[in-house]
């Protein structure tokens, strides 16, 4: 259990930088996963994000778990049309 804690806090704390980086409202929809890979050359588990603003949806993966990702590993945020 105490492992599923760990695993929300830090998906918690990416959607806030998330929020922070890019300057999106309170009620903005922020989705944070850890997804697994099975491909060659991909880590076991990536971090994907995903953001709305109005119809506009935005996202990105990190290759890392979410519990080791900090906020230098997100993208810029003049990245965010790109996105």
């Known amino acids: 259990m105490a492992h599923d804690k760990d695993?929300?806090?830090a998906?918690?704390?990416?959607k806030e930088w998330v929020r922070t980086r890019f300057s999106l409202p309170a009620d903005a929809a922020i989705l944070v996963l850890e997804v697994?890979?099975?491909?060659?050359?991909?880590?076991?588990?990536?971090t994907a994000v995903?953001?709305?603003?109005?119809?506009?949806?935005?996202h990105?993966?990190?290759?890392?778990?979410?519990?080791?990702?900090s906020p230098d590993d997100l993208p810029?945020?003049?990245m965010k049309?790109?996105?």
Do not use: I, Q
């Open 60 to 69: 990105f993966k990190m290759f890392k778990r979410a519990g080791e990702v």
């Open 11 to 14: 998906r918690t704390r990416v």
């Open 76 to 78: 810029y945020a003049w």
């Open 7 to 9: 695993d929300l806090l």
């Open 81 to 83: 049309e790109s996105l």
């Open 36 to 46: 697994t890979c099975n491909l060659p050359g991909c880590p076991p588990l990536e």
């Open 50 to 58: 995903a953001f709305w603003e109005g119809d506009n949806r935005h």
